[in-house]
């Protein structure tokens, strides 16, 4: 039986994922970023970030193909040189295609960032919130027994080295929004979902003061560590499409 080629994993993971059916931010270039969609794959590397690091680990590692949540061009346009050419060149040297899936996989319903959180919280997800053109990117779910108290203990849990809490809300909410990453834009919406407690990686000072005044609970667990998730759950299903072996490269970022 011949290797499955690059190209083939790029066109599964976008079907699965509906990437065109995603208004994403221009620099995303959700697909192939680098590499030759011809070139057999053999084994598969992920990672949350096409960071230098990541790169020379999948290099190393002997992974054909890297799948990433952050791609290689959030700086586009750019001169490749420095720890840009670095980069490029571990890429190259090591004959590593690069494949992104950007907000798609934050919103995708099953293996998605988000979908992902609510299950490892041992929550069912009961609908979507914040959209964008349309389409639904964080995850609505329903809270058990236990309100706040128990909500917070399975994030801590869950998110031993970087979970905070802003708890201004209600104590005895029965649903939640889960918003990876960066989703500080849905603060002063969440009124519009019926909930008052939002689960997402960063924000930024004033929402403090938000939750303060719209009575919100809010908490920031880290961008990185939110969208571990996805990424994981795509590469799984990659392997078990193809029956090729896969690696997560983890990362120390706190952020």
């Avoid at 030759?36 to 990541?54: F, K, N, Q």
């Avoid at 840009?84 to 040297?93: A, G, N, Q």
């Avoid at 019926?194 to 939750?211: I, K, N, S």
Wanted: aromatic residues 8%.
């Amino acid at each position: 039986m011949s290797a499955v080629k690059v190209g083939e994993i790029e066109s599964y993971v976008r079907r699965l994922c509906m990437a065109d059916e995603y208004e994403d931010d221009a620099r995303a270039f959700n697909g192939l970023q680098f590499g030759d969609c011809e070139a057999p794959v053999e084994s598969v590397a992920c990672a949350v970030d096409a960071g230098i690091a990541e790169c020379r680990a999948a290099a190393e590692m002997g992974a054909d193909l890297l799948l990433v949540h952050h791609g290689l061009f959030w700086d586009f346009p750019f001169p490749i040189t420095g720890a840009r050419h670095e980069k490029i060149s571990l890429l190259v040297e090591g004959g590593v295609a690069v494949v992104s899936m950007h907000l798609p996989l934050d919103a995708h319903r099953e293996i998605g960032n988000n979908a992902q959180i609510a299950k490892a919280l041992g929550l069912k997800r009961v609908g979507s919130c914040g959209e964008i053109a349309g389409r639904g990117i964080g995850t609505l779910a329903e809270v058990p027994e236990g309100g706040r108290s128990e909500f917070a203990s399975r994030l801590k849990r869950l998110f031993p080295g970087t979970y905070k809490a802003i708890e201004f809300g209600s104590e005895d909410f029965r649903c939640a929004a889960i918003c990876s990453g960066s989703s500080g834009d849905l603060v002063a919406r969440l009124g519009e979902f019926g909930v008052d407690t939002l689960v997402c990686g960063e924000l930024r000072q004033h929402h403090y003061l938000l939750a303060q005044e719209l009575k919100l609970n809010l908490y920031p667990c880290g961008h990185y560590a939110t969208e571990t998730f996805g990424i994981k759950s795509l590469c799984a299903a990659v392997s078990e499409r193809f029956g090729i072996p896969w690696k997560f490269i983890s990362s120390d970022n706190p952020l």
